[in-house]
T-cell receptor, first 112, second 113 residues
Framework: QKEVEQNSGPLSVPEGAIASLNCTYSDRGSQSFFWYRQYSGKSPELIMS????GDKEDGRFTAQLNKASQYVSLLIRDSQPSDSATYLCAVNNPNTGNQFYFGTGTSLTVIP | DAGITQSPRHKVTETGTPVTLRCHQTENHRYMYWYRQDPGHGLRLIHY???????DKGEVSDGYSVSRSKTEDFLLTLESATSSQTSVYFCAISENLNRGGYTFGSGTRLTVV
């Protein structure tokens, strides 16, 4: 079982819609959760971090964490064509190791 | 990417040859990491460093070694390159070990023929 799982997509949404990206993880002791955006041929770029249950909003992005169900999600409101990218989820349990485990990413396409 | 640079950006090398990739940071961050990214596998940690001369293995360290003689430089060496090491290699830096996230370099595309 992979540490972090994401639906690879592709996920297509029309411009202006809400894009919902999901990530599940296997280590119940995980405490740090991140979302990265990666454009084709570029390096990952941090867009959100979340450490406690609930929602965290930053502009058009909302991260949601549910530790009991072991999932973290990213909502992108008012999706724009510039949001078309692969979104990577990363998870860490500081008590069992010093590395973050990354999912394989979900490809998002926003259709104008 | 501001504050972190990787070199070279692209490299083609022959099987069995040694290869060294360089990561240089100007942020004075304590932690530096080397990841590889492959289709279907995502980003996987090779080695990381938590200070000068302090390094540890990651998930996929076999066939790789690292060195950090200065805070700003973290070198990744493939002692004898194999075709399975064809990949995109990313260096990353962070201030904290488990919080705050990473800043990634632009990556090195390595092809072993």
């Amino acid at each position: 079982q992979k540490e972090v799982e994401q639906n690879s997509g592709p996920l297509s949404v029309p411009e202006g819609a809400i894009a919902s990206l999901n990530c599940t993880y296997s280590d119940r002791g995980s405490q740090s959760f991140f979302w990265y955006r990666q454009y084709s041929g570029k390096s990952p770029e941090l867009i959100m971090s979340i450490y406690s249950n609930g929602d965290k909003e930053d502009g058009r992005f909302t991260a949601q964490l549910n530790k009991a169900s072991q999932y973290v999600s990213l909502l992108i409101r008012d999706s724009q064509p510039s949001d078309s990218a692969t979104y990577l989820c990363a998870v860490n349990n500081p008590n069992t190791g010093n590395q973050f485990y990354f999912g394989t990413g979900t490809s998002l396409t926003v259709i104008p | 990417d501001a504050g972190i640079t990787q070199s070279p950006r692209h490299k083609v090398t022959e099987t069995g040859t040694p290869v060294t990739l360089r990561c240089h940071q100007t942020e004075n961050h304590r932690y530096m990491y080397w990841y590889r990214q492959d289709p279907g596998h995502g980003l996987r940690l090779i080695h990381y460093s938590y200070g000068v001369k302090d390094t540890d293995k990651g998930e996929v360290s076999d066939g790789y070694s690292v060195s950090r003689s200065k805070t700003e430089d973290f070198l990744l060496t493939l002692e004898s390159a194999t075709s399975s090491q064809t990949s995109v290699y990313f260096c990353a830096i962070s201030e904290n070990l488990n919080r705050g996230g990473y800043t990634f370099g632009s990556g090195t595309r390595l092809t072993v023929v």
